[in-house]
């Protein structure tokens, strides 16, 4: 069946699918305006499994927008600690902060739009899931999603023109009346059955509409290029003295990761030639890049400069750190 021409019996069979099938996640089973703004800026780019954790543990400090705008901004920080992209949690403090000074309060996709880290996408889903708009939301799972129903072969530049491609074809086939329901089914479906490899086709509720799999050609779409993966190498230092650990601070004005500590680059704290020992050798992936990071223990005096800070070892646990870095911290301590 080609979706297009079935818009109604395919609707019907993806809310069919997700009143049954749906995970059980808090924001659904307490749905409230602020729990969907939270769980829309939580969920970019962080797998629903890995923050359910920090979910909770958010609604228990923050429970709506009022404890948020007045929370200090390190407490803030430190409750999204391990999430990455740390501009989502600086703007929903914004946002809360907005919120709960603005009279009359904003109730269309257009009014959220105005509020900090709010794109097309975080408007759609708030817009629809929480106050009913007929707005339809156009992520990479619906992406691939409608790529696949419609076999779309062309050739897309990044994600960003993927999804302005498709967000006709999700207009046509968003179920206007019950929007909210119809983008979560769609993003769900993403989720666990339409997945980027492998997915479960033989389980699809919407199978009989999908033209990909019909061809076997659903692992093909869509197609994305992908940027050239760049390798870099970072080295850094490990500077233990008197229970004290030296520690970059990073600028308040350096993006997604200001105010948080790191450790050191060994070129700040030690010269070329300063004696030191390769204590361990860490990789990991952000977006396309590769990065190897080694840490070095620095045998002779550090430079000291203003961005670095002595951090008490017993006091590690209360301060911001990147998640790669708390680890390899816990793990070098711990030796
Ligand atoms: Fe995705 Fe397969 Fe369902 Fe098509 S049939 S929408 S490829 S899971």
Request: proline share 6%.
């Amino acid at each position: 069946m080609d979706l297009l021409s079935h818009t109604i019996t395919f609707r019907h069979a993806l809310a069919q699918w997700y009143a049954t099938a749906q995970r059980p996640l808090p924001w659904r089973t307490q749905p409230s305006l602020y729990r969907t703004v939270v769980s829309e800026l939580m969920a970019q780019q962080t797998q629903i499994k890995t923050m359910l954790p920090y979910f909770e543990r958010w609604m228990q400090r923050f429970p709506d927008f009022a404890a948020l705008a007045e929370a200090p901004a390190e407490d803030v920080l430190k409750h999204w600690e391990g999430l990455g992209y740390y501009s989502r949690a600086r703007n929903l403090h914004k946002l809360a902060k907005e919120y709960v000074a603005l009279e009359p309060k904003p109730r269309s996709r257009e009014d959220w739009q105005q509020l900090p880290g709010i794109g097309p996408y975080t408007s759609a889903a708030i817009s629809s899931i929480a106050l009913g708009e007929p707005a339809a939301v156009v992520d990479g799972n619906v992406v691939r999603i409608l790529a696949r129903l419609t076999d779309d072969a062309r050739v897309f530049k990044n994600n960003g023109e993927a999804v302005k491609a498709f967000t006709p074809t999700a207009e046509a086939v968003l179920d206007q009346g019950n929007a909210g329901e119809h983008n979560q089914a769609m993003m769900e479906l993403g989720a666990t059955v339409c997945l980027k490899h492998k997915p479960l086709c033989t389980v699809c509720p919407v199978l009989a509409y999908c033209a990909a799999s019909r061809k076997g050609s659903q692992e093909a779409r869509p197609k994305i290029e992908r940027k050239a993966t760049v390798k870099v190498e970072v080295e850094r230092a490990w500077v233990l003295q008197a229970g004290k650990l030296l520690l970059h601070r990073i600028a308040e004005d350096s993006g997604q990761l200001a105010g948080q500590y790191e450790l050191p680059r060994l070129e700040t704290v030690a010269s070329p030639r300063s004696a030191k020992q390769l204590l361990a050798s860490k990789s990991r992936s952000i977006t396309h890049r590769r990065i190897k990071e080694h840490i070095y223990q620095v045998k002779a005096k550090p430079r000291i400069d203003a961005s670095l800070e002595w951090v008490r070892v017993e006091d590690i646990e209360r301060i911001t750190l990147s998640g790669p870095h708390r680890r390899w911290i816990g793990e070098l301590l711990a030796r």
